[in-house]
């Protein structure tokens, strides 16, 4: 049992803690100095405040609040900061080994020391026994692994020390030499909120500027109440710049324009910064990293998929041993295929997979890697998908996106309250990242959470503002909420020729099948989804399955080739959200929605034991038939005895699935 109290009662102070050991480091609280074999390191004040908390009880629950009482004296502080400290402290134990720091769910925190310390670099030989067999069994690439870890055993990346120039280098102007000055410093503050190590330097010819891992430098102009900033990253031991960008903003948007920078910045080098540290291991050519280094931020903050897709294309071949060239590959080829050339797509899938090994082969302890299998296979392998996203968190829990990805996929299969934590815990991870911000707000409208939605989306426009993908997110969890009233509350921050037609929401609300469907006649092109629910939502089914019909085609097939055929010409399908959702609780009175639920393969899903919300929480009618329906098989034959008769009070005893497989692959 967890002691109530052991912590000293009060705030935890750094100049009167004494030295102490945890796993392979010795710390000294005064000076914030951690050394361990093979390196030292000076730990940021709150999380050695963290750290102390931590093991002053190890092996013990230390909760959220105890943590925040005596780390932060007890102020009011949000959830990501923690989360922020603990990744940090990860980060620090894997390079100083002998420790970890477990998650424990709505409790806590707890550190457990090994009963060997760690070396940098190495591993216990009980955790390869552990983690070798997962890789090889589950994942399929063990004797890859195997190869690497013997030839190159090697922990996760360091962060990159980033030193920051100042930006006013130069300028007379007391106002640009100001703006100048709050953009240097938004810079240093997001991303240490990032949980980057951060140097303050005079200029780019200070001495100890080479040794950083990456330096931002650029400059700032006025003209009027106008601000035009410039800002570079170079990789010092390249001597590349590897990205520039340039900012402006006038008016009262100037205010904001060194926080928009800052959250910018930090969250393109949220991911890649720690991939320009893998491949140094590899000697990228230099311009190629570059290009390598733009395409990836390119893709993160949401441009052209074609474009990225092109640029891949090209570097992959020419970069082989890099593990960014050959991710960047394997997802934007996932994320461009439904706009290429349907007789260009298998070449294409075929190239992204033997980038996708080919990255797990270069960094198989780094667990993005693992996520592109599931961009690279049919949307109809869920349960894969899953438990792949799963094992990837395992290896590696501060992966960057698999979280992520993993809450994307929970959310189509209609497991609402575990895709909501996982998004907002990968959010507290990457807080500026625009796609996870995106995933968080519609999690959050998904769930009703409206309030905190309007919050996040509020901060998230200081960042990023006007950009298309906060709306839409939220727009889009709305309509999976069935929060009709809400989208069109929301869509009136739309010009009004894009907006949806009031009638079609006023026939919604009367149940007007009619109305609903003359609305729709208009707009359904552009608003199937809506349309479809819509229209079930009024009575008319036969016209919501019609449209369910064309925007969700079959992609379960009685062999694997025949699967991968259908997925390569219907890929980039409709989200599954709108069948599992609050949504589509009306789609679910028909018995035609086991057939639409089998050929995208949620039925298969479901009846492997992994029920949705609609079941766990509210036991819809439908529930009966995804509990005791035969298991189905990746390549089962789906059948409809009848729709004829017979059914009683429930439509469902009309339909029925062959549980019979074909030969598997």
């Known amino acids: 049992m967890n002691r109530a109290v052991v912590l000293p009662l009060h705030g935890i102070d750094l100049n009167s803690e004494p030295p102490f050991r945890v796993g392979g480091a010795s710390v000294d609280p005064h000076s914030r100095d951690a050394t361990f074999v093979g390196g030292q390191e000076r730990l940021q004040p709150q999380v050695l405040k963290v750290l102390i908390a931590l093991a002053r009880r190890r092996g013990e629950v230390v909760t959220r609040d ?3 009482a005596f780390c932060w004296d007890g102020r009011v502080i949000g959830d ?7 990744l940090v402290l990860r980060q620090f134990a894997k390079k100083a080994g002998g420790f970890r720091i477990e998650t424990v769910p709505k409790a806590g925190y707890r550190l457990r020391e090994s009963d060997e310390e760690q070396q940098v670099g ?3 030989l009980a955790s390869l026994l552990v983690v070798l067999p997962i890789i090889a069994a589950v994942l399929a690439i063990g004797a890859a692994i195997y190869w690497f870890i013997n030839r190159s055993p090697s922990p996760d990346p360091p962060v990159p020390t980033i030193s920051i120039v100042p930006l006013d280098l130069g300028q007379a102007d007391p106002a640009a030499r100001e703006f100048a000055s709050q953009v240097r410093g938004q810079l240093a503050h997001k991303l240490s909120e990032g949980g980057f190590p951060i140097r303050l330097v005079d200029s780019a010819s200070d001495k100890d500027i080479r040794a950083s891992g990456l330096i931002i430098s650029g400059e700032v102009r006025r003209q009027v109440d ?9 990789q010092p031991a390249r001597r590349v710049i590897v990205y520039s960008q340039q900012f402006e903003s006038s008016g009262t948007d100037a205010r904001i324009l060194p926080e928009r920078i800052g959250a910018q910045i930090a969250a393109a080098l949220s991911w890649t910064g ?5 491949d ?13 280094f733009k395409n990836t931020i390119l893709i993160v903050q949401g441009g052209d998929v074609l474009q990225s897709y092109e640029i891949a294309r090209r570097l992959a071949p020419r970069a082989p041993g890099s593990p960014m060239a050959q991710l960047s590959l ?3 080829t996932s994320f461009a295929l439904e706009r290429l050339p349907l007789a260009q797509r298998p070449a294409a899938i075929n190239d992204a997979r033997q980038a996708a090994n080919r990255a797990v082969q270069l960094a198989p302890y780094f667990g993005d890697v693992y996520a592109t299998w599931c961009f690279l296979h049919s949307p109809v392998r869920l349960g894969e998908c899953e438990d792949r996203l799963r094992t990837a968190m395992r290896l590696d829990p501060d992966a960057s996106f698999v979280g992520s990805f993993l809450s994307g996929q929970l959310n189509s299969t209609g497991n609402f309250s575990e895709s909501l934590e996982l998004a907002r815990q990968s959010l507290s991870n990457d807080r500026f990242k625009l796609w996870k911000i995106g995933r968080v707000l519609r999690a959050l409208e998904t769930k009703g959470d409206v309030a905190e939605a309007e919050v996040l989306h509020r901060q998230a426009e200081r960042w990023w503002p006007g950009h298309p993908a906060l709306f839409w997110n939220r727009w889009a969890g709305k309509l999976v909420a069935g929060d009709y009233a809400g989208m069109e509350r929301l869509e009136g921050e739309l010009p009004a020729r894009q907006r949806t037609p009031a009638e079609l929401f006023a026939g919604i609300r009367r149940g007007d099948p009619a109305l609903v469907g003359q609305s729709c006649a208009k707009v359904q092109a552009q608003r199937p989804h809506l349309c479809m629910v819509g229209l079930a939502a009024a009575g008319d089914f036969d016209g919501a399955y019609a449209i369910a019909d064309t925007i969700f085609p079959r992609l379960r097939g009685r062999t694997a080739a025949e699967e991968e055929a259908m997925w390569i010409r219907n890929a980039g399908g409709a989200p599954l959200a709108f069948l599992s959702g609050s949504s589509g609780a009306s789609l679910r009175t028909d018995p035609r929605f086991l057939l639409v639920a089998e050929r995208v393969g949620l039925l298969g899903y479901w009846r492997s034991g992994r029920l949705p919300d609609f079941c766990k929480v509210t036991a819809e009618p439908v529930c009966a038939r995804l509990r005791t329906g035969p298991k189905l098989g990746r390549f089962a034959d789906p059948k409809v005895e009848s729709f004829a008769g017979g059914a009683g009070n429930d439509p469902f005893t009309r339909f029925s699935l062959a549980g019979d497989e074909a030969p598997r692959e």
């Open 274 to 278: 720690a991939l320009l540290i893998l």
């Open 122 to 124: 190495t591993r216990p």
């Open 80 to 86: 990501d900061v923690i989360n922020r400290a603990v």
């Open 330 to 332: 394997a997802f934007n």
């Open 226 to 234: 106008a601000y035009r900033a410039t800002v570079r990253i170079e």
């Open 66 to 68: 105890e943590l925040v």
């Open 280 to 292: 140094p291991r590899y000697q990228t050519n230099p311009a190629i990293l570059a290009d390598l």
